[in-house]
């Protein structure tokens, strides 16, 4: 199975900060990379697919970009409505796996 | 408006089994791949098991093959989730997931249920 592995697990930021998250898959996955948000007690929530796609009614202050192995997730003006969980999830087979997920916390 | 609505979780003993439901609306439920996805207590997500379209083809994570059956009734709009031989390490909250347009690459899940938890203790 292609493993996952985001970092940091824990990022703290202010409100303003650009902040990037970073997954990397154990083989290549071409652009078969989506990102999530969830919050606590929520469902989790399409952000982007296709490893740069921004979903439809998604804010442009995220972007993502990689392809093969190596993928970012970035916020470029932190809001408040955005501290919260991010996973990463490879779809370029059956066996989807998510990264662990990185927490998004206030500084 | 989708919707996918889950049901039939609950506490259950180590060994025992469960069916959870996942009711959908607002879409053309028979043309969409579907999975399940859990979370254990604070723990991240992890992928379960996917049913084509069709319901022809199924697919499950090593964790749960063998214990676990996922099917679809398309005349009922309702992915089902068999749950058999329940372990302590099966505790979780279950989500549905519609996944997004075959053949594109938005082969994601674009829409999730609000999920239902399933507990085995004794």
């Known amino acids: 199975d292609i493993q996952m592995t985001q970092s940091p697990s824990t990022l703290s930021a202010s409100v303003g900060d650009r902040v990037t998250i970073t997954c990397r898959a154990s083989?290549?996955?071409?652009?078969?990379l989506a990102w999530y948000q969830q919050k606590p007690g929520k469902a989790p929530k399409l952000l982007i697919y296709a490893a740069s796609t921004l979903e439809s009614g998604v804010p442009s202050r995220f972007s993502g970009s990689g392809s093969g192995t190596e993928f970012t997730l970035t916020i470029s003006s932190l809001q408040p409505d955005d501290f919260a969980t991010y996973y990463c999830q490879q779809y370029s087979s059956y066996s989807y796996t998510f990264g662990q997920g990185t927490k998004l916390e206030i500084k | 408006e989708v919707q996918l609505l889950e049901s039939g979780g609950g506490l259950i003993q180590p060994g025992g089994s469960l069916r959870l439901s996942c009711a959908a609306s607002?879409?053309?439920?028979?043309?969409?791949?579907m999975s399940w996805v859990r979370q254990a207590p604070g723990k991240g997500l992890e992928w379960v098991s996917a049913v084509k379209s069709s319901g022809g083809s199924t697919y499950y994570a090593d964790s749960v093959k063998g214990r676990f059956t996922i099917s679809r009734d398309n005349s009922k709009n309702t992915l089902y989730l068999q749950m058999n031989s329940l372990r302590a390490e099966d505790t979780a909250v279950y989500y549905c997931?519609?996944?997004?347009?075959?053949?594109?690459?938005?082969?994601?899940?674009?829409?999730w249920g609000q999920g239902t938890l399933v507990t085995v203790s004794s």
């Open positions: 997931a519609k996944r997004g347009t075959t053949g594109t690459t938005k082969e994601v899940f674009d829409y």
């Open positions: 607002g879409f053309t439920f028979s043309s969409y791949a």
């Open positions: 083989q290549s996955i071409s652009s078969w």
